[in-house]
């Protein structure tokens, strides 16, 4: 659809061209200068709306409302005075030009920079437009981790996710290095990709955008956040605090899945396979199907052997969520919780 609309866009700018400037200037030869011109202003108009596509709601309302303004104020007020000054000076327009140019100029760029204040949910219509316009920040460590696809196929994050070529080439070298173990996770993280781009609910954006003055990868994401207003999806612990130290709204996919896991109190049973020696004396090792470490004691000489044990504490820690637990003794009992008294004893009292 896009495409039929900029081939409507060349054929209008260069056929309107070519009839204005033959009937202006007389000949047909000045209408291929015409249609040469408006060719050249369909691709001016189509690259312009390339990089607008990459701007957020904010930055394009905002600019837009300083160059109103101080073109008002411009003409309202201080052209009065510059007419009284340069009235009689031959080069009245061009001095106009220039100051319009240089007042339009100010104008924009105070708008753009004070855009990034503006809260557009409170406008009546521009707000379900600021909302469309929310963005995600995927980078690599993500892309490679893989979980955010199966996500995606939930339905629980929808929008639109950027990947910077910058993320992309990453990805790319570390698919082509001669470490096996990295060059299948780069290859992994290039399948996430494309199963990425095969979402409904997510619409995925690869942008070339590039900070050449920033050295490395975490310093450009942040970078990028800051320009399209957007959010940094990641599992960098590093990361996430940088991005939210300066403002930058993270979604952190290892946040997403702690929080997703069940809880288990003291008490519980539960039956796992002790897979490997703990740090302690007679400590066995084993885990849950959500990668969760658990600490069993006395369990070193179980090592291979499915075992049933009981929890007697879980520890959360930065890195995750660790249990430890003994073994089951013969006749005992996992937690219980108290029993609603039956109909028949509730009538009785």
Known sequence: MDIIVQIVLVIVTTGTSYFILKEIAGGPLWGAVGALCGLALAYVIIKLEERLKDLSLKIIFGSLLGVTISLMIAHLFISQLLLALVKDIPITLPIYILFYFVMGYLGFKIGKEKSKTLDLSKVPLLDRMEAAEDVKIVDTSTIIDG???????????????????????????????????????????????????????????????????????????????????????????????????????????????????????????????????????????????????????????????????????????????????????PGEKGLRYPEEPKAEEQAGR
């Open 147 to 329: 979980r955010i696809a199966d996500i995606c196929d939930t339905g629980f994050l929808e929008g639109t996710f950027i990947i910077p070529q910058f993320v992309l080439y990453e990805i790319q070298h570390i698919a082509d290095h001669q470490d096996p173990v990295k060059r299948t996770r780069g290859r992994r993280g290039l399948d996430v990709l494309h199963r990425l781009q095969k979402q409904m609910f997510v619409k995925v954006k690869i942008v070339d955008y590039d900070f050449p003055k920033l050295q490395d990868v975490d310093s450009k994401l942040i970078a990028l956040a800051k320009k399209l207003t957007g959010k940094i999806v990641t599992n960098d612990y590093n990361l996430n605090k940088v991005a939210e130290l300066q403002g930058i709204e993270v979604l952190n996919i290892n946040q997403l899945a702690t929080s997703l896991k069940p809880a288990i109190l003291p008490g519980e049973q539960m039956n796992i396979k002790i897979l490997k020696e703990g740090k302690e004396y007679g400590q066995g090792i084993g885990y849950l199907d959500d990668g969760t470490m658990v600490v069993v004691d006395e369990a070193r000489k179980l090592l291979g052997k499915p075992v049933d044990v009981v929890v007697t504490s879980v520890l959360q820690t930065t890195s995750g969520r660790m249990i430890f637990s003994k073994l089951k003794e």
